[in-house]
């Protein structure tokens, strides 16, 4: 299964929204879960989430999208966030993409927390984070990965202007940067 996170930068961007959704071919019968971030409130996130949502099926890509809290699918407790995988897997058995927006229990909650409790609870493959630029040459001709401090350090080098993106990946390592254009091949 893909890990996909975008930001709430890469969501401000049409020329990215477009570009995502075109893209979307993974091969092989592989699945995706995309987790988004989602400005202002829980209403708003649930309208992104359907939004991108109708974007993809336009494109014939078969998905489904839920707030975060519905059918429990993560259930927030003291300790953190609970992903209930075995409900995502029924979930994404008859699709190809499931969409997942920052809301449980009607409170937007951050999405950055979802997406690692569920990297932590399900058998993910590659986790791919976007630059905030969809036309930036950090992954604009090839997929980045950020495996250690080392990548991490070589790439703000090169593209400073990028940091918030190739933080984000080192955090999630290990993670591949990847443009709207590249990140299903």
Not at 12 to 41: C, M, Q, T, W, Y
């Amino acid at each position: 299964m893909q890990l996909l996170f975008v930001t709430e930068a890469n969501l401000r961007d049409r020329l990215f929204v477009k570009d995502l959704v075109h893209n979307f071919k993974f091969s092989g019968g592989d699945k995706a879960l995309l987790i988004h971030e989602a400005p202002g409130s829980s209403a708003a996130a649930r309208a992104l989430g359907k939004h991108l949502s109708a974007l993809f099926s336009e494109c014939m890509v078969v998905n489904l999208v839920f707030a975060a809290g519905q059918r429990d699918l993560f259930v927030r407790e003291e300790t953190g966030i609970r992903v209930q995988a075995g409900r995502i897997g029924a979930l994404l058995e008859p699709v190809q993409l499931l969409i997942i927006s920052p809301v449980i229990q009607d409170t937007p909650v951050p999405a950055l927390e979802l997406f690692e409790a569920a990297r932590a609870a399900l058998p993910a493959g590659q986790v791919t984070v976007f630059p905030g630029n969809p036309m930036s040459a950090l992954a604009g001709r090839q997929r980045q990965p950020v495996l250690s401090e080392q990548d991490r350090d070589r790439l703000l080098g090169l593209y400073e202007e990028e940091r918030p993106a190739i933080e984000l990946a080192y955090r999630l390592r290990p993670a591949t940067l990847a443009s709207p254009v590249n990140y299903a091949h």
